[in-house]
DNA sequence: GAGGATGAATTACACATGTAATCGACAGGG
DNA sequence: CCCTGTCGATTACATGTGTAATTCATCCTC
């Protein structure tokens, strides 16, 4: 699958919360703080849709834009980038950073437990 | 911190691993299926200096290069950079992704257990 | 029907990145 | 002492990315 930019995910990110959009919805929807302008947005369209991740319906002068991949499958295959490039595949390791740098609240703690029950069931 | 890029992990990885070490001898331990010539070696060590990441001191003629940052450091916050772009910070979530994914052995499931039961002692 | 608003398409430009080649200095072998 | 190999430094160049401006067509409003 093709990579997805971090700025251009930004763009994904609306689609996949809500779709079909036109440009100009994306651009109201898209974060505040990165500041875009819609010709900003539009460049990102346009490259996502050459990247093939989103596909495009013409909908009289504008196009409706809507994602043509599913977030889990991009967040899967990033999330897995990442555990394969920096914890040598190991998911386990990931965890153990996690636990050493307190990024595990008593709640996460909990709830990742309840989920590893059930997943043994 | 400054970002590194995917290529440019890889030479830091040979350095966490083992350092000082000459550009030569960094050349010599990345990784085989990146066919990078001696040349382009030395380009990510020049470019991993001016971000800050690496040291190096004079040895005769030649630099020995060694990490200016700590790995798990760098590897923790690109961890938490993926999680809370994909998963809106909660590592639950990740956890739940990876489970859906298929992506838990059971001995990982184990390990991870007996992680979260040490951590609330 | 003319002019402004609005769409997508095209072009722009700087910085990052992958991937080197080349250059000038110098050290060591003959 | 000169040649050759080796060093880091400089330069190169294509592609990706962030961030638009410009252009050209078209629709809506007066």
Redesign the pocket.
């Known amino acids: 699958m093709e990579?997805i930019?971090?700025?251009?995910y930004a763009v994904m990110e609306v689609l996949w919360e809500e779709a079909p959009l036109?440009?100009?919805d994306v651009a109201a929807r898209v974060p505040e703080n990165?500041?875009?302008?819609?010709?900003?947005v539009?460049?990102?369209l346009?490259?996502l849709l050459a990247k093939g991740v989103l596909t495009h319906e013409e909908d009289?002068?504008?196009?409706l834009y809507r994602p043509a991949i599913r977030r889990e499958d991009y967040v899967a295959e990033e999330s897995g980038r990442l555990i394969d490039r920096m914890f040598g595949g190991r998911v386990p390791a990931l965890v153990a950073q996690l636990a050493a740098r307190d990024k595990l609240t008593a709640a996460d703690i909990a709830e990742i437990e309840k989920l590893l029950k059930e997943l043994k069931s």
Chains 1, 2 share one sequence.
């Open positions: 990579r930019a971090e700025g251009e036109t440009a100009a990165r500041g875009w302008s819609l010709a900003t539009k460049t990102m346009s490259r009289g002068r504008r196009y």
